[in-house]
């Protein structure tokens, strides 16, 4: 092995060793093999030491070239990549920036050394590479990031993303800001983008919703339009039809008892036909538009449409309905009513089975409608792919509740039977107040006065016939008249007109019918009764007994007949027997 002669030089060491070997013997010094010893082991030392020197000699020129390379490689890597690194010193100019650097801050590829920072910031943007220059040099130990935009030479601009550091000397004072760039012009092209379809997605929004409350609108003056529709048919029955047949019927019984036509076919058959249109007619008429839902609210005119399924259809219904329940605006009570109809009429239809549930409740401004049976049940898919072809079926009672702010869920399958519920809000809603009391006017309080004309005591029932329809009038007139014990004492076409009569003639009994203008029979009632509560007061009406019954009660009508009921019931009530 070589050795460099800067570091140690063997020969000379033993040129050395012998001279000191010579010396000491002209000093007549006895040359020890303990000398010799101490010298052997000094150059195997020096041996050891230089070769050692030699190794780490090697070593620091191994480190000097990875450092060499790896500046290189940092240089290449800094040249080359696709983010935009910039190194500014404290008086804003660029000492150094990579090309990617280069073509955000000039367009080109052109070195942007030696020259100043601030000219490429766009004017409207430098106050904010002003502050990011504050924050990082007030924190030094956070990262501060802006978004600003760049003016390129060739007037081009670009969106970055500026993120930076300070670099500081060996004292610990400011140096550098090492500024990292990304361009983000795509990324802000796509927000203008979106921000315009966001715009446009909320003025859509906005039409939708602007339709969707028309449509809504619309909903309700089509269901309240259908109502309308059908209240004006039924009133067409019940006011002409029902009352020209009932007449009729009247006339029937009349010439009955005059001529003895009793007993023959025609008479009978004539009669029955009578009998049985009125029955139609009648049922027609509650069919299009019952009363009830005018005359009360949704739990009773669900009560009465349960005891119309199971008279009619044969349907037995399960109610479960709130004691306390809000009053609804007349378009939703009527699609509700008319909704669970159509579901109900489902069962009969479908379901093959005799029994249904009804259950309804209201909380927190909705309300909840569910109608189920545990009939053959269906496939689910029957229920959801029900289209607008099938009159107000599922289809139409779901797009109607829909478009009211509402849903129908429905679930069903095979020998599970169907059930569908209905949710829709009420707004607002109104609560009713329990046992508020009809107004009755001051003028119908009880009075003690006598009346002003007295009525002739003749042995005979005075009786007073209230009815708008001058055909049924007649015919009650002739019927009554016919017998010996009745007397017509005075008639009237409205309940205005009664409650005035009634006070000048004071009738034992008055045939009151119900549905009248101007003042209808109930409310008459209510006013006679509060005036002359000795009267006897009976309501008529085509329609079914129950449910007007109730009502002509409340007001204080001693019973309820039926125009399509027997003479005989009629005369019996008169006679109070």
Known sequence: MTYDKKHFDLQQLRKKAEQIV?????????????????????IHELEVYQEEVELQNQELRQSAISLENARNEWFELFDAAPVGFVIINRLGMIERCNQAAASLLTGTRHPMSGRSMLPRIHPDDREIYHSLARSMTENPEVTS???????????????VHM????????EGEFNQFRVALVDISDQKAYEKSLKKILGELEDRTAEIAARNRQLARLTSELTLAEQRERKRLAEILHDHLQQLLAGAR????????????????????????????????????????????????LPEALQWLARWMS??????????????????????RVLLFHSVRELLFNVVKHAETSTAQVAMQERNGRIRIMVKDKGRG?????????????????????????LLGGKLETACAPNEGVSATIFLPVDPPVYATPDQPSPVAEEFRPSTEPPATSPLFNGKIRVMLVDDHTVMRKGLLSFLSAHDDIEIAGEAADGEAAVELAQKIQPEVILMDI??????????????????????????????????????????????????????SLLAAIRGE
């Open 378 to 402: 269906c496939d689910p898919k029957s229920l959801t792919e029900n289209g607008p072809g099938e009159g107000f079926g599922i289809f139409a009672i779901r797009e109607r509740v829909e």
């Open 250 to 297: 009247l006339h029937l019984e009349i010439l009955s008892g005059k001529v003895d036509v009793e007993s023959t076919t025609a008479f009978k058959t004539a009669y029955d036909l009578v009998t049985k249109s009125i029955e139609t007619s009648r049922t027609l008429s509650s069919e299009l538009s019952p009363p009830v839902l005018y005359q009360k609210e």
């Open 22 to 42: 010579d010396e000491r013997q002209e000093e007549t010094f006895e040359k020890s093999e303990s000398d010799i010893s101490d010298m052997v082991r000094l």
């Open 311 to 332: 008279a009619t259809h044969r349907l037995d219904v399960d109610l479960d309905l709130p004691d306390d329940f809000v009053f609804l605006r007349e378009d939703l």
């Open 145 to 159: 990031s802006r978004e600003l935009r760049l003016v390129q030479e060739n007037k081009g601009i670009v969106f």
């Open 163 to 170: 993120e930076g550091s300070v670099v500081k000397d060996a």
């Open 515 to 568: 549905n009248m203008p101007k003042m209808n029979g109930v409310e008459a009632t209510r006013r006679i009764r509060s005036k002359m509560p000795d009267i006897r007061i009976y309501g008529l009406s085509m329609y079914e007994a129950e449910d007007q019954a109730h009502a002509m009660t409340e007001a204080g009508a001693t019973g309820y007949l039926s125009k399509s009921g027997n003479s005989e």
